[in-house]
């Protein structure tokens, strides 16, 4: 079977580190083609590295990552989200340095160059803020006809994490994040309704052998979030399984501006769709894919 040529756009963040995790261990589904990143988790030069070193760990350093923008397209990132993402962005876990050198493209000049040498087929994930792919398709306005999809972590159709409303990939660029579902290319919105259904708990790893540099990793950046979902992986996990979510088509638009509404995304089924937005998740089915990775993450 022939693979899907694939980018992930990523703020690596804790739950990035899954979504990274997932496509390095099922590596005969993907050919990820790059990483370029963003900042919003910490800053794009900590996001820049956090990924490098990922790759790193997974024996990936062959990946290129691009760097991407030191702001979003409206305003400065706020602070680091040490809360959520410790310190360092990966949950105040150690890991080796990578030394490999940051792409020479910056993340919307890889992304079209690869779209372009994917002829179509290029799969985009993004689990970031939206800034690169709303850059991306500024400056080449012909990027959304190379695109199969774009698979986002981001949005929500019930409550938000950043505000009441708005989901925090949505809300930190509203502006990007509008370009980006009104480009025209098919988009499966994985919102924080279904993510939040899949708590990831160190049990489901627990009976699974692997060598301890990276079991030991996972289990820590699990206990760091305290067992909550790990949101950008539910989005890379309906790629490798697709009967883990349950899709409807919608127009989904972004609301913009500084009101209590910004970020919202707003799902609409009567009008022409823009996009499919996921309304449920089978929870055990994505267990097993993640079970899956661990397994294969031992023969790495
Ligand atoms: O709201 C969850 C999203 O915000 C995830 O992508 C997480 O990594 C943070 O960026
Ligand atoms: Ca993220």
């Known amino acids: 079977m022939e693979r899907i040529p694939i980018i992930i756009d990523t703020d690596p963040g804790v739950d990035d580190f899954f979504c990274l995790a997932l496509c390095c261990a099922f590596k005969d589904l993907f050919d990820l083609r790059a990483v370029t990143t963003i900042g919003g988790n910490n800053s794009t ?28 397209l409206c305003g400065s990132f706020g602070l680091p989200v040490i809360k959520a993402h410790g310190i360092n962005g990966i949950g105040n876990v150690y890991l080796e340095h990578s030394d490999t050198k940051i792409d020479r493209l910056k993340a919307w000049d890889k992304i079209h160059r690869e ?8 799969v985009l994930v993004c689990v970031g803020p ?39 990939n949505i809300w930190h660029d509203a502006e990007a994040a509008k370009i980006v579902f009104e480009s025209g290319v098919p988009i499966d ?22 060598d301890p540099k990276i079991k030991d990793v996972i289990m820590e950046l699990i206990s760091f979030r305290h067992e909550e979902a790990m ?23 972004v609301i913009e501006g500084k009101d209590e509404k910004r970020g919202m995304t707003v799902a609409d089924y009567d009008q022409i769709p823009n996009s499919r937005v996921a309304v449920d998740i089978n929870v055990e089915e994505y267990y097993k894919v993640m079970r899956e990775m661990l397994r294969r993450l031992a023969e790495i």
């Open 130 to 168: 939206e800034t690169n792919l709303a850059m991306a398709f500024s400056k080449y306005p012909q990027l959304p006809s190379f695109i199969r999809r774009i698979v986002i972590m981001g949005g929500t159709l019930t409550t938000g994490n950043a505000t009441e409303y708005a989901e925090a």
């Open 189 to 210: 919105m994985i919102g924080l309704n279904v993510t939040r259904k899949a708590p990831l708990t160190k049990t489901i790893f627990e009976d699974i052998e692997c």
């Open 45 to 72: 030069d900590v996001t820049t590295q956090n990924a490098l070193d990922i790759l790193k760990l997974f024996k990936r350093a062959e990946v290129p990552v691009a760097r991407g923008a030191g702001r979003y």
């Open 231 to 253: 949101h950008d992986a539910v989005a890379m996990a309906t790629l490798i399984n697709e009967n883990i979510m349950t899709f409807k088509d919608a127009h989904t638009s």
């Open 115 to 122: 779209a372009i040498k994917s002829n179509g087929k290029l």
